[in-house]
């Protein structure tokens, strides 16, 4: 089990599904999304731009979930410290039952 924690958002890895839990007041989300349900993954990153200082500055890169529903959530790297080992561990459950 992976459990990945950074505020406003925990997320929650394990065999069969991932739990996100969001505190934005007023309100908590609670959101769990089993694997099975899962019909595509993908990331994106959009363009970068230059700051007054001539130096590049990176977007974040986001992880798209889309689900067999038609619901679709996105993780973004800005919101977790360890977002390339959350990817990781969708990807890894996601592809090794494949």
């Known amino acids: 089990m992976l459990y990945i924690k950074s505020f406003p958002k925990t ?3 394990t065999v069969d599904s991932i739990t996100i839990d ?3 007041l007023p309100k ?3 959101i769990t999304i089993k694997y099975a349900d899962i019909k ?3 990331t994106y990153r ?3 731009n230059f700051n007054r200082y001539g130096s590049f500055r990176l977007q974040p890169e986001t ?3 889309e689900l067999h529903n038609g619901e679709s959530y996105e993780i973004s790297e800005n ?3 360890n977002y390339n080992n959350l990817k990781s561990a969708i ?3 996601l592809f090794r039952n494949k």
């Open 11 to 13: 997320v929650l890895v």
């Open 22 to 24: 969001e505190y934005s």
């Open 28 to 30: 908590f989300k609670h």
């Open 40 to 42: 595509e993954t993908g």
């Open 46 to 48: 959009q363009q970068g």
């Open 63 to 65: 992880l798209n979930i």
């Open 79 to 81: 919101d977790f410290q």
């Open 91 to 93: 990807y890894d459950h």
